[in-house]
């Protein structure tokens, strides 16, 4: 099998460039394992949250190759972005809800939009609710619901399309130790039934709770733990 071909993603010599400054990333090489845990960490400004967005492709690198799910994501036409971006879930610290828009409703807003008929809606959206142990606030706003009940909401939105990878923004920045523990339950919860999961976190507490998840560190934009962590993180192939 070619290096990395199992890897759900795939970075070579990456580096992303703001305008005409220094670059953000540099040298980026390394894979993602398909169902592995990963967190993300290193200093403010290390470039997480950038790297992030080159994996949820909100951005495109400036040089070197990325692929996801076995394809070259750099030259993607435009016409298939919608058809990746459905395949990889997203959760941010700001829960990013819709606030005219019940709890209910937030986490049905990606079938709704992929088309799926209103008869087929209820039933996941009410397991995703149950899930994340939400069923009896279903009809409430988001500003009437807690950090850690929002940022529920938001996980159940991620996941109810069943995206292959969840990539996660501190997603504990806004919520207390113990409903971190409760977010990281649900991740690891995913992780068991095969999705990939990468969270970028300031919160050191959280890496040893999950004892089978890969630490990646970022330091000025490079990988600080070289191009492996603790020997399993696969190396790009050169
Ligand atoms: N859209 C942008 N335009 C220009 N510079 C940017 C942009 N986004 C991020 N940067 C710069 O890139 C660098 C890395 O930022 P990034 O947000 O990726 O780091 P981070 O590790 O996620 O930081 P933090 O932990 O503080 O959120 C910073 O110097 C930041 O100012």
């Known amino acids: 099998m070619r290096p990395g071909a199992a890897n759900i993603v795939q970075f070579e010599n990456v580096g992303l460039r703001y305008g005409s ?5 540099s040298d980026l090489s390394f894979g993602l394992a398909a169902g592995a845990f990963y967190f993300l960490t290193g200093p403010s400004g290390a470039g997480k949250s950038s790297l992030l967005r080159l994996i949820y492709l909100a951005q495109r690198p400036s040089r070197g190759l990325i692929r996801m799910f076995g394809e070259d994501v750099v030259t993607l036409p435009r016409a298939r972005m919608p058809g990746f971006r459905r395949r990889i879930g997203t959760v941010f ?5 819709i606030p005219h828009l019940s709890a209910y409703e937030n986490i049905a807003l990606p079938l709704r939009v992929n088309g799926v008929a209103e008869a087929d809606i209820d039933t996941p959206v ?9 069923s009896g606030r279903a009809y409430a706003r988001p500003a009437t619901l807690s950090g850690g009940e929002q940022q529920r909401v938001a996980i159940a939105r991620a996941v109810i399309g069943r995206p292959e990878i969840l990539v996660a923004d501190e997603p504990t920045g806004n919520v207390d130790p ?6 990281l ?5 995913l992780n068991k039934l095969g999705t990939t999961i990468l969270v970028a976190t300031h919160d050191l507490h959280l890496i040893p709770r999950v004892h089978h998840a890969q630490t990646i560190r970022l330091d000025n ?9 603790n020997g399993r993180l696969e190396a790009a192939p050169r």
């Open 21 to 25: 400054g220094a670059e953000t990333l």
């Open 93 to 97: 610290q700001d829960f990013r809800l």
């Open 126 to 134: 009410r397991e995703m609710l149950e899930w994340v142990g939400l």
């Open 178 to 183: 113990d409903m971190a523990g409760r977010l």
């Open 185 to 189: 339950y649900l991740f690891e919860a």
């Open 221 to 229: 934009g490079r990988l600080d733990n070289g191009r492996l962590d």
